[in-house]
Antibody, heavy 121, light 110 residues
């Protein structure tokens, strides 16, 4: 059974950094593209970033985080990361780690439970 | 504003059939698969349909999807109170190199 567990969220001042992690199990992690998706309180889903199965072929970001956030993965540890720098209050959200059904982007299939990031000014 | 357009709300009575639309463009729905997600209150989204109309195991056949050109739709028949949730469509956008979501549709069972 596929299992994704996010961690690393917290309360942080604007301008500071935070690193999220996502521990994956129940599937061959090194075969799947992986995403981060966020959801601000009471709002809809916002895609953040995707990384290809190997961590090097492709990485794509939404315009709202490009240049500030970095997605990475360690296939030896079955772990996905999101390094978030220069955080802004508008980055406050529940951050989900999501598995893709393909090697990069075929479609998001399995979601974690999320970790909460709160940025105050 | 979301790249994919969904109605903000939909409703129906128990047993009825409801449909939720999702409108996009040639760079997203027009050239890629559409995925649908159900988000029950206080929970993470769950995959409801993949590749336009395929149901993951465990999703009942009263849930169906279709796609035509740059639009897609989700249909739920035999509506139940447990179907009350937010529903989102999503697709890869080749021009943006982004996954794009609809703004979500809140389904109410009257």
């Amino acid at each position: 059974q596929v299992h994704l567990v996010e961690s690393g969220g917290g309360v942080v001042q604007a301008g500071r950094s935070l690193r999220l992690s996502c521990a994956a199990s129940g599937f061959t992690f090194s075969n799947s593209g992986m995403h981060w998706v966020r959801q601000a309180p009471g709002k809809g889903l916002e895609w953040v970033a995707v990384i290809s199965y190997d961590g090097s072929t492709n990485k794509f970001y939404s315009d709202s985080v490009k240049g500030r956030f970095t997605i990475s993965r360690d296939n030896s540890k079955n772990t996905l990361y999101l390094e978030m720098n220069s955080l802004r209050p508008e980055d406050s959200a529940l951050y989900y780690c999501v598995k893709d059904e393909g090697a990069l982007v075929d479609g998001l299939d399995v979601w974690g439970q999320g970790t909460t990031v709160t940025v105050y000014s | 504003q979301s790249v994919l357009t969904q109605p903000p709300s939909a409703s129906g009575t128990p047993g009825q059939r409801v449909t939720i639309s999702c409108s996009g463009s040639s760079s997203n729905i027009g050239s890629n698969y559409v995925y649908w997600y159900q988000q029950l209150p206080g929970t993470a989204p769950k995959l409801l349909l993949y590749r336009n109309n395929q149901r993951p195991s465990g999703v009942p056949d009263r849930i169906s999807g279709s796609k035509s050109g740059t639009a897609a739709s989700l249909a739920i028949s035999g509506l139940r109170s447990g179907d009350e949730a937010d529903y989102y469509c999503a697709a890869w956008d080749e021009s943006l190199n982004n996954v794009v979501f609809g703004g979500g549709t809140k389904l109410t069972v009257l």
